[in-house]
């Protein structure tokens, strides 16, 4: 009998050898719980991780319906256009007369000057050389005197004639009355289409166009 065999025992239920017989332990029912529950939880991760990952590309529901190309972009109500300001009465040309005096050494510049004003619809007055205090002192195109009330009137009317002159207003009272004094800079005033398009602009300013963003 083998010292395995416990007292008592014999026949079939002998054992024989030297070795124990090995014995499996059991396993633990909440371990094969918490084995299912990681599982599932893993797997439905995994598959809220894949449906974000098709959303992105795929521009979601919302993109989906829009069509191909759709963006995830919620257009802003659109403004209208906003209006434009209200524009001041402004003298016409006609209203203006121009004293047209030379600032330069330059002879002849005051007549052939105050002629092309007048095809351009301007009134003239007096045609000669400027005063000593702007003779040979006025560095631009032009210096354009008028009165404080001509500021916002006449002068940027006459303005639009000589691009680059100077507005400055003087002591007189009447303001339809203004000087054109040519600087020595000078050398023409600006082409007739470029004058028209800057007096309409500045007699009929348009609206400014509303831009619709997301």
């Given at each position: 009998m083998s010292m395995l065999t416990p007292p008592g025992m014999g026949g079939k239920y002998r054992i024989t050898g030297d070795k124990y017989p090995r014995m499996r332990r059991g396993r633990s029912r909440p371990r094969i719980v918490l084995a299912v529950v990681a599982s599932v939880a893993a797997v439905g991760v995994i598959g809220w991780g894949s449906f974000q990952l098709v959303d992105v590309f795929t521009g979601g529901?919302?993109?989906?319906a829009a069509g191909p190309g759709a963006t995830h972009c919620t257009p802003k109500p659109r403004t209208s256009a906003t209006p434009a300001p209200t524009a001041k009465k402004l003298p016409a040309p006609g209203g203006i007369t121009v004293n047209v005096l030379n600032a330069t050494p330059r002879?002849?510049?005051?007549?052939?000057?105050?002629?092309?004003?007048?095809?351009?619809?301007?009134?003239?007055?007096?045609v000669g050389n400027a005063t000593k205090e702007y003779d040979k002192k006025v560095k631009g195109t032009g210096l354009l005197l008028g009165a404080p009330a001509a500021t916002d009137a006449?002068?940027?009317?006459?303005?639009?004639?000589?691009?680059?002159?100077?507005?400055?207003?003087?002591?007189?009272?009447?303001?339809?009355?203004?000087?054109?004094?040519?600087?020595?800079?000078?050398?023409?005033?600006?082409?007739?289409?470029?004058?028209?398009?800057?007096?309409?602009?500045?007699?009929?300013?348009?609206?400014?166009?509303?831009?619709?963003?997301?």
């Open positions: 529901d919302k993109a989906n002879g002849g510049l005051a007549k052939k000057t105050a002629d092309e004003l007048k095809k351009r619809g301007f009134r003239i007055g007096e006449a002068l940027p009317v006459l303005g639009t004639q000589l691009a680059g002159a100077e507005l400055k207003a003087d002591a007189r009272d009447k303001a339809t009355e203004v000087d054109l004094i040519i600087g020595t800079a000078f050398k023409e005033l600006s082409p007739r289409a470029a004058a028209d398009k800057s007096l309409a602009a500045l007699t009929h300013p348009k609206p400014t166009p509303s831009r619709s963003s997301c």
